[in-house]
């Protein structure tokens, strides 16, 4: 299994909003909407911010959405602030023998 | 809220054996995944395996010859081991809980990280 393709770097202006996408094929998703989003800050340990494509765990701001079409996730950062920088990652299960994939991660930058 | 803690050394020979424990506190083990993921310096992050609570696993096909995962659920700890290093498993790494419960599967929380690098 590779990794998912997620672009290396995203930018958007303080109150912008900005979208990261989050690719893999048929089997990457196995049919399933098992797909999380981590955020992470330099140095630290990821933070669960969406799970099941579009859910929110309770204490994640409303200006994050999650969505998917087909074999592509989305992540959607709404009203851009400024400690919204930081680095991003999804994560499929595809069942089977694998516990999941990972995708390369995007750099978010608000300038 | 449970928090999960890494422990173990930060240097290991390459050829020899890494291994690591996750302490957790504050809840129970049972009924939860708990997963191995690791990261190299400036790269993303990579799934390593998880177990059930009951001792059923899964493991990175990339990795699943050298890896083992096991659990201690009367000490509160789980554990990791990763036979034959070589400079490639240099990583932060992270133990976490899958929630597949109450939240889809997703990784709800996380160990600070542990540094392990495989150099002589």
């Known amino acids: 299994q590779s990794a998912l393709t997620q672009p290396p770097s995203a930018s958007g202006s303080p109150g912008q909003s900005v979208t990261i996408s989050c690719t893999g094929t048929?089997?990457?998703?196995?049919?399933?909407?098992?797909v999380s989003w981590y955020q992470q800050y330099p140095g630290k340990a990821p933070k669960l911010i969406i799970y099941?494509?579009?859910r929110r765990p309770s204490g994640v701001p409303d200006r994050f959405s999650g969505s998917k079409s087909g074999n592509t996730a989305s992540l959607t950062v709404s009203g851009l602030q400024t400690e919204d920088e930081a680095d991003y990652y999804c994560?499929?299960?595809?069942?089977?023998?694998?516990?999941?994939?990972f995708g390369g991660g995007t750099k978010l930058t608000v300038l | 809220q449970v928090q999960l803690q890494e422990s173990g050394p930060g240097l290991v020979k390459p050829s020899e054996t890494l291994s690591l424990t996750c302490t957790v506190s504050?809840?129970?083990?049972?009924?939860?995944?708990w997963s191995w993921i690791r990261q190299p310096p400036g790269k993303g992050l990579e799934w390593i395996g998880y177990?059930?609570?009951?001792?059923?696993?899964k493991y990175n096909p990339s990795l699943n010859s050298r890896v083992t995962i096991s659990i201690d659920t009367s000490k509160n700890q789980f554990y990791l081991k990763v036979n034959s290093v070589t400079a490639a498993d240099t990583a932060v790494y992270y133990c976490?809980?899958?929630?597949?419960?109450?939240?889809?599967?997703?990784?709800?929380?996380w160990g600070q990280g542990t540094l392990v690098t495989a150099s002589s």
């Open positions: 976490a809980r899958r929630n597949w419960g109450v939240l889809g599967g997703g990784l709800d929380s």
């Open positions: 504050g809840g129970s083990m049972s009924g939860h995944y």
């Open positions: 177990i059930y609570y009951t001792g059923s696993t």
């Open positions: 048929s089997s990457d998703f196995g049919g399933y909407n098992y």
């Open positions: 099941e494509v579009t």
């Open positions: 994560n499929s299960y595809p069942g089977g023998n694998t516990p999941g994939v």
